[in-house]
């Protein structure tokens, strides 16, 4: 099961597990308040000033640290040991970050001790309560009943469903057949509506029905799906439940009218204007907090390849409507890795990368030039990534839907990087186009939030970096 806040689809489990930490949180701070100063808070309340304020802020910081670091998504696929560390990490970088506000706003400062109570005990929840939750999440307490209305080349789609992430919100009752329809799903989980469709629901416990006939011209069901509907039990198209559950639209399942009629792809002017405060406030913060960075990068990058060697590249890529732009970059291959004019996709241990483009590459750091581009408006902070114009013209004319995605401007970071790693090929660039096009239809200033806090994870970790 999954809930829609602000168009984007949010796991019922997650959710859960975020309301209850964030309220953790809020008595852990509390809690170590007591323990410091004693049960006797009015003295300190009297000296400083309430405490909700300060447990509400820890609370806060503690679980955009989690999101950062991937501890609310349902592709976290941590375990045992590799999730304490992980929870170790991200409350370690929420005590930092709510330690640097009490610095910036002095009337909040609570101390040092409190502080370190409070980390303790937020390493506790956080483990605690993961392993704890690991076994609801994963069993049907928050899962949805469906029922597949086909049996088709369409609904064998949820068959092949191979990620666990994309299977955790529903639990699977079966498929019903149609009548001149090829059987392509596992023929045991075939099941008969011979009592009609609604009684089939009721005696399953289903809460939706995915429609996924191959031809729905032919004995579309009206009536039984208009009962079902009518007596609560959601009815949805396959596309769109593939659409939720993936967090990507497949584009074999695509057709024009869906584009057109299904919600989202809003680029109204209030969109347009939180997303420009958005790229120029993010870029104005990333220039002050990485200016030494890549002053240091520079130095590196002239060490290495000698003072005449170009600190930046400069680089050809497709952005808004189609129009071309130079996207800029620190140089992390050899000044003639193309020599020969021919454009080349990046490869693993590319013998083009120098040594201090190796460690810039795998640090995401060589991207760092881009907030100019954003700040000129060639691209945004969040949005699909700028390819190469011939790379563009070959992808299009080979990939359906491919152009849609300059209907937005490119992005530094995107939804696609966050789901899919680091892509060479054809094949490749298909998968991300399919993240991309999700990431377009349902953009707003949540979403945007949402990833550049989890780009924190890829950053750090070096997930898809090349």
């Given at each position: 099961?999954?809930?829609?806040?602000?168009?984007q689809?949010?796991?019922?489990?997650?959710?859960?597990l975020?309301l209850?930490?964030?309220?953790?949180?809020?008595?852990?701070?509390?809690?170590?308040?007591?323990?410091?100063?004693?049960?006797?808070?009015?003295?300190?309340?009297?000296?400083?000033?309430?405490?909700?304020?300060?447990?509400?802020?820890?609370?806060?910081?503690?679980?955009?640290?989690?999101?950062?670091?991937?501890?609310?998504?349902?592709?976290?696929?941590?375990?045992?040991?590799?999730?304490?560390?992980?929870?170790?990490?991200?409350?370690?970088?929420?005590?930092?970050?709510?330690?640097?506000?009490?610095?910036?706003?002095?009337?909040?400062?609570?101390?040092r001790?409190?502080?370190?109570?409070?980390?303790?005990?937020?390493?506790?929840?956080?483990?605690?309560?993961?392993?704890?939750?690991?076994?609801?999440?994963?069993?049907?307490?928050f899962?949805?009943?469906?029922?597949?209305?086909?049996?088709?080349?369409?609904?064998?789609?949820?068959?092949?469903?191979?990620?666990?992430?994309?299977?955790?919100?529903?639990?699977?009752?079966?498929?019903?057949?149609?009548?001149?329809?090829?059987?392509?799903?596992?023929?045991?989980?075939?099941?008969r509506?011979?009592?009609?469709?609604?009684?089939?629901?009721?005696?399953?416990?289903?809460?939706?029905?995915?429609?996924?006939?191959?031809?729905r011209?032919?004995?579309?069901?009206?009536?039984?799906?208009?009962?079902?509907?009518?007596?609560?039990?959601?009815?949805?198209?396959?596309?769109s439940?593939?659409?939720?559950?993936?967090?990507?639209?497949?584009?074999?399942?695509?057709?024009?009218s869906?584009?057109?009629?299904?919600?989202?792809?809003?680029?109204?002017?209030?969109?347009?204007?939180?997303?420009?405060?958005?790229?120029?406030?993010?870029?104005?913060?990333?220039?002050?907090?990485?200016?030494?960075?890549?002053?240091?990068?520079?130095?590196?990058?002239?060490?290495?390849?000698?003072?005449r060697?170009?600190?930046?590249?400069?680089q050809?890529?497709?952005?808004?409507?189609?129009?071309?732009?130079?996207?800029?970059?620190?140089?992390?291959?050899?000044?003639?890795?193309?020599?020969?004019?021919?454009?080349?996709?990046?490869?693993e241990?590319?013998?083009?990368?120098?040594?201090?483009?190796?460690?810039?590459?795998?640090?995401?750091?060589?991207?760092?030039?881009?907030?100019?581009?954003?700040?000129?408006?060639?691209?945004?902070?969040?949005?699909?990534?700028?390819?190469?114009?011939?790379?563009?013209?070959e992808?299009?004319?080979?990939?359906?839907?491919?152009?849609?995605?300059?209907?937005?401007?490119?992005?530094?970071?995107g939804?696609?990087q966050?789901?899919?790693?680091?892509?060479?090929?054809?094949q490749?660039?298909?998968?991300?186009?399919?993240?991309?096009?999700?990431?377009?239809?349902?953009n707003?200033?949540?979403?945007?939030?949402?990833?550049?806090?989890?780009t924190?994870?890829?950053v750090?970790l070096?997930?898809g970096?090349?």
């Open positions: 099961m999954r809930i829609r806040l602000f168009g689809y949010l796991p019922f489990s997650s959710t859960v975020a209850l930490e964030g309220g953790l949180f809020f008595l852990v701070l509390t809690g170590a308040g007591l323990l410091r100063f004693g049960l006797d808070l009015g003295a300190f309340e009297r000296w400083q000033g309430p405490l909700w304020p300060r447990a509400m802020l820890f609370s806060a910081m503690m679980c955009t640290s989690l999101l950062a670091f991937g501890l609310y998504s349902a592709r976290q696929r941590a375990r045992g040991i590799g999730l304490i560390a992980r929870a170790i990490a991200a409350v370690s970088a929420g005590v930092a970050a709510t330690a640097v506000f009490f610095f910036v706003v002095p009337d909040l400062w609570i101390g001790g409190v502080l370190g109570l409070a980390a303790i005990g937020a390493t506790a929840v956080v483990t605690g309560a993961r392993l704890a939750f690991r076994h609801l999440a994963d069993g049907a307490t899962k949805r009943r469906i029922l597949v209305y086909g049996a088709g080349h369409r609904a064998a789609t949820i068959a092949r469903l191979r990620r666990r992430s994309d299977q955790r919100n529903f639990v699977l009752v079966g498929y019903v057949p149609c009548e001149s329809e090829a059987v392509a799903v596992p023929c045991e989980r075939l099941v509506a011979q009592d009609g469709l609604h009684a089939l629901c009721q005696r399953h416990e289903v809460g939706e029905v995915i429609v996924a006939m191959d031809d011209r032919r004995a579309f069901p009206l009536r039984e799906l208009l009962e079902c509907r009518l007596a609560g039990i959601d009815v949805t198209e396959l596309l439940f593939l659409e939720r559950e993936t967090g990507r639209v497949h584009i074999d399942m695509l057709n024009p869906w584009l057109i009629f299904c919600e989202g792809f809003r680029r109204g002017s209030l969109r347009r204007f939180n997303s420009h405060c958005l790229d120029l406030v993010a870029s104005l913060i990333i220039v002050l907090m990485a200016l030494p960075t890549m002053l240091t990068v520079a130095l590196a990058i002239k060490l290495e390849d000698g003072w060697a170009p600190v930046l590249y400069r050809d890529r497709v952005g808004l409507y189609g129009r071309t732009f130079q996207v800029l970059k620190f140089r992390s291959m050899q000044a003639d890795a193309e020599a020969s004019g021919e454009a080349r996709w990046a490869q241990h590319d013998p083009r990368i120098t040594r201090v483009g190796a460690i810039i590459r795998f640090l995401r750091i060589d991207e760092l030039p881009q907030v100019i581009n954003v700040l000129r408006g060639d691209m945004s902070f969040v949005g699909p990534r700028p390819e190469r114009p011939q790379f563009v013209a992808l299009a004319d080979r990939i359906p839907y491919y152009g849609e995605r300059h209907c937005v401007r490119p992005g530094i970071t939804w696609s966050i789901c899919f790693p680091y892509g060479s090929s054809e490749d660039a298909l998968e991300k186009l399919q993240y991309d096009l999700y990431y377009i239809k349902n707003c200033l949540l979403f945007d939030l949402s990833i550049l806090v989890q924190i994870e890829v750090l070096g997930h970096a090349r």
